[in-house]
């Protein structure tokens, strides 16, 4: 009954918006100095209701006015109150990010709210997702630069916190917590402009991680937390991007791959991190390619397990970028893998749409080299055409929501490759008689009637100029100008977002002098 109350109240408030405000902070003010606790309870969950639906200058005036009543409240001696109140600070996160960011009101705010992660687990897990809100939504603040001397400050107390409130004792065998506890601090480390703070929880969660593995148990928990572990982990060192020292690669290096040897396997959470690793050291990673190859060609055959063979997607998508040239050595054994991905009926149909992005990663890091792939790779696009043109005519939800990742994932490949070989004369004749089958894919998933993104629209034009660049005389026969007309008038629309508007030009300027 009372999650059926909140829902329909909160459904009320978002449709009707501010006239509601008047009857709602009446209710609020009245219940919220009750001495019955479950008025006191149904006053923030009241607060809670209207914060989605009235206009954020009214909401923001009423948030910043209740902040300290609520956050007193998140230590009421009643549960049902103190669980309310994280429930308003949570919503409050989620929607009204600002008012929690601002300097102006963050200083009576973070610190009550890091001490709320040691109340019960019922609030604390509320404490956590408000954090995890806070963490996505600083972004948009950052440039302002109260805000993100601010925010920067806060964020190390916050993990700590968080880290702490992870390793609690005292919720039994629960592990809700501290999986909300690490996706928080996952969200918190990505969202900070400071590398030092990611140098500094690299060190941290490895050390946590070997400790967990040397001492933990086979229990659930045990394992969930590794897993926490490593994606934390793995986001530090994508957030050190090209900043991550030789010792401290070599150290993580051979922390995941001494694991592997340990465990007498490999898993999708350390490959994600050795991934992440050859992202941010760059070609520098060549220097390991042989000896981690080893254990991605392990993982290669776990093909009834959908999340390794993600993160081996992952890995040939990031190796094939660092190491360039290098992986020339290794695309046929990926190229193999690949296709045995793309015809294992056992593996979704979304998963497998992955091994296209994989086709144009390692067209592009290989060049001329994936010349001899060309021919009965193509049969796959094609194959791939047809699927994707027969769902745009069935009108089925679950059919349109699979076209629009199909599409995107095609020409993000095609795009690849186009310029992977556009400078290799010997793929010309191959490409363009593929052009032919690719240029009706897009001419068919433009169509108005499909609702086409504007990301999608602008990626189609941009590759269909590309090759008209590269190929002028070999496509003229298909290119269908109005097709090309239709894309640009569209992007007109929204050229107040630059790339729109760069595309359009450029767009413009090739087919003024394209006959």
């Known amino acids: 009954v009372h999650g059926a109350s909140f829902r329909c109240l909160t459904s009320v408030c978002e449709v009707v918006g ?117 963490a996505e939504a600083s972004p948009n603040y950052m440039s302002h630069s109260q805000f993100q001397v601010n925010w920067n400050s806060n964020v190390d107390p916050i993990i700590e916190g968080l880290m702490k409130n992870a390793f609690r004792q005292d919720v039994g ?43 933990s148990g086979s229990s659930e928990r045990d394992q969930i937390l590794q897993e926490c572990l490593l994606s934390a982990l793995q986001i530090c060192i994508l957030k050190l991007e090209g900043n991550i020292s030789g010792n401290l690669f070599q150290d993580v290096y051979t922390l995941i791959t001494e694991y592997f040897k340990y465990i007498d ?57 660092s190491c360039r040239s290098e992986f020339a050595k290794y695309s046929d054994e990926a190229m193999e893998f690949l296709e045995a991905c793309l015809n294992n009926q056992s593996l979704s149909k979304e998963l497998r749409l992955n ?14 080299k994936f010349l001899p792939y060309l021919n009965h790779m193509f049969s796959y696009y094609q194959m791939a055409y047809e699927a994707g043109l027969n769902l745009s005519e069935s009108g089925a939800a679950d059919s349109l929501d699979y076209l629009e990742q199909l599409k995107d994932k095609l020409i993000e490949s095609m795009t690849c490759i186009v310029h992977a070989l556009c400078d290799v004369q010997e793929a010309a004749s191959t490409l363009v008689g593929h052009f032919r089958y690719l240029f009706l894919f897009i001419k068919r998933t433009c169509e108005r009637r499909l609702n086409p993104t504007v990301e999608y629209l602008r990626n189609c034009l941009a590759l269909e100029i590309d090759i008209i660049d590269f190929w002028p005389q070999g496509v003229a026969e298909f290119v269908d100008r109005d097709v090309l007309t239709y894309l640009v008038e569209m992007l007109e629309k929204f050229t107040e977002n630059q790339q729109n508007r760069q595309i359009v030009e450029y767009a413009k300027s090739k087919l003024s002098k394209y006959n």
């Open 18 to 134: 501010d006239p509601v405000l008047d009857k709602m902070t009446e209710f609020i003010e009245t219940m919220v100095v009750s001495k019955e606790p479950i008025e006191k309870a149904a006053a923030l969950k009241a607060f809670s209701c209207m914060l989605e639906g009235p206009s954020k200058e009214r909401l923001s005036q009423l948030i910043i006015s209740a902040l300290g009543t609520i956050i007193e409240m998140l230590n009421d001696k009643q549960s049902t109150v103190a669980e309310a109140a994280a429930m308003c600070i949570c919503r409050t996160a989620e929607l009204h990010a600002e008012c929690l960011l601002n300097p102006q009101y963050s200083v009576n705010v973070i610190q009550p709210m890091i001490n709320a992660l040691t109340l019960r687990p019922s609030i604390s897990q509320q404490i956590c997702l408000a954090f995890n809100y806070l």
């Open 173 to 215: 065998s629960t592990h809700q917590l501290l999986e909300l506890s690490f996706l928080a601090i996952i969200s918190m480390v990505y969202a900070t402009s400071s590398t030092n703070l990611a140098d500094k929880y690299t060190r941290t969660f490895m050390e946590l991680f070997k400790n967990a593995v040397g001492s």
């Open 265 to 321: 396997n490999v898993n999708a959470d350390g490959i994600y991190v050795i991934s992440s690793l050859a992202t941010s050291i760059g070609p520098k990673f060549n220097e390991k390619l042989a000896d981690f190859w080893v254990f991605l060609k392990h993982a290669m055959t776990k093909q009834n397990e959908p999340e390794t063979i993600n993160s081996v997607f992952g890995a040939i998508q990031d190796i094939s970028r």
């Open 355 to 368: 091994v296209f992005i994989c086709f144009g990663d390692i067209a592009l890091s290989v060049k001329a």
